[in-house]
Each structure stands twice: as structure tokens, then as C-alpha cells.
């Protein structure tokens, strides 16, 4: 199993407070092969201290200013040398300490060319808040306003090289039209698997007021334009209600 390598990436700015959290759910892996790559965006308080006092454990560190999260995550899959490639954002930690193991092990049992998982959403206390819990992908289920959950999202590097990385036109649904993309577009073999991969703070920049929020609406409805959702206004509209069910553990 370890002979496949994990490029993990984490994009960062002025996450003073939650940084260290995210990189000690890292290093606590009992899956060693991991490529773990670290892109901030030139932080101002003392989130570079605190990614300086890991610096033995983080394969490669980039502190510049870049146009936003995608654009730094693009930076990491630039760098990026290993066989798969996921993200784990600054303000969220691993569930547990054999989530890479279980993404390697899956990938080396199934083949599979996209893996995702579940995820809680938790507070500031660590309590869970929401549960967004995933199921095995098949053709057309964009059309009905699904989507795994990104910061589960795993991959095979050489599908950036041929489908393309983040677009940074589509603004905060720029995973979600990556996703759109790679799986309902281009009909890319992934793999469900049934566990919590990802505990997530609660909240988010597209939901922080209402002008974000339709901020987002409309980014999440020129994705779905591009590509090719055969249902646009039923997605637009079943996507936020899907997030519903998440307070109630339902599928």
C-alpha cells in the first residue's frame, strides 16, 4: 500500500487559529507516503509562525499572494507529485487517524479514478452540527441538485493534466463545476466509500451574508450552464435543499 502516494494540499490565509489543528490531523496518519503540500496566501498574523514550527513534516511550503483559494489550490496541483491528490483547508481536520490509509486502500482495491467520502460539520465546541453523508455516484444525479462533498474529494493527478484544474471563473462553485466536469461531463469512474473522512467548521465565505449567498447562486448557476445539466433550474433549486437533510443525518 505504500507505494502509492497521497499529494495532500493545504491552502491557507490568516488561519492563525485553526492551522495547527489541520496540521497535526495530518502528521497523526498511521499512512506515511504522503506528499504534504502547504500554500498560503501571504498571511499577515501568525499563521506562517505556526506552519514554521511543523516545517519538519511538510514536504513543501509556498507563501505568496495568489487570487484566491482555487488559485492556491491550482499552485498545489502544479507541485503536486503523488499517484492521487486531495485537499484538507485551514479550518478543517481529518476525522480520524486512518483516513489515508482507508483513501490509499480503497484506491489500490477498487481502481477507481475519483474517491469520496462523508462528512460532519462541527462548532467551535467540536460538536456535530450537520452530517453530510454521500452515496454511490451514477449518471444524472447533478441533474438533481447532488454533489459529494469536496473536501473529501480525491483523485488520480494525471485527471488535472487532461481535464483541466480548478477555473477560477466560476468563483466560490469552482469545486462544485470541477466536479461537474470531471464526473457528469466526462463520466469519470468514482468510488463512494462509507466513512467520515473530513470534520469541517461550521459556516463558510459563501454564507456569510446575502449578497455572498447570491454571490454563490450565481456561480453555482453558470456551472451548471456550462456543463450541460439537463435539469439547470431543478438543480439550482434542489442543491441548497439537499442541505436540509444534512441536519438530520439522512442521505
Known sequence: MQDLKISLITVCYNAESTISRTIESVIAQNFNN?????????????TIQNINQYKNRVSLFLSEPDKG???????????????IIGTLNADDFFAGNDVLQSVAAAFIQHEPEILYGDLDYVN??????????????????????????????????????KYGSYSLEFGSAADYELM?????????????????????????????????????????LKAIRKNN???????????????????????
Open 34 to 46: 504522503v506528499e504534504y503540500i502547504i500554500i498560503d496566501g501571504g498571511s499577515t498574523d501568525n
Open 180 to 220: 461537474l466536469r470531471f464526473l457528469h461531463v466526462n463520466h469519470l469512474e468514482a468510488l463512494h466509500i462509507n466513512k467520515v473522512l473530513v470534520k469541517m467548521n461550521i459556516g463558510g465565505i459563501s454564507n456569510k451574508n446575502i449578497g455572498n449567498r447570491l454571490r454563490a447562486l450565481f456561480f453555482d
Open 124 to 161: 467551535d465546541e467540536g460538536r456535530v452540527i450537520r452530517k453530510w453523508r454521500s452515496k454511490q455516484y451514477f449518471d444524472g444525479m447533478f441533474n438533481w441538485g447532488w454533489m459529494p462533498s469536496h473536501p473529501t474529494f480525491y483523485c488520480r493527478r494525471n485527471l488535472f493534466e
Open 229 to 251: 445539466i439537463s435539469l439547470p433550474l431543478v438543480a439550482i433549486a434542489f442543491k441548497p435543499l439537499r442541505k436540509i437533510t444534512q441536519y438530520f443525518g439522512r442521505r
Open 69 to 83: 483559494i482555487y488559485d492556491a489550490m491550482n499552485k498545489g496541483i502544479n507541485l503536486a507529485t503523488g499517484d
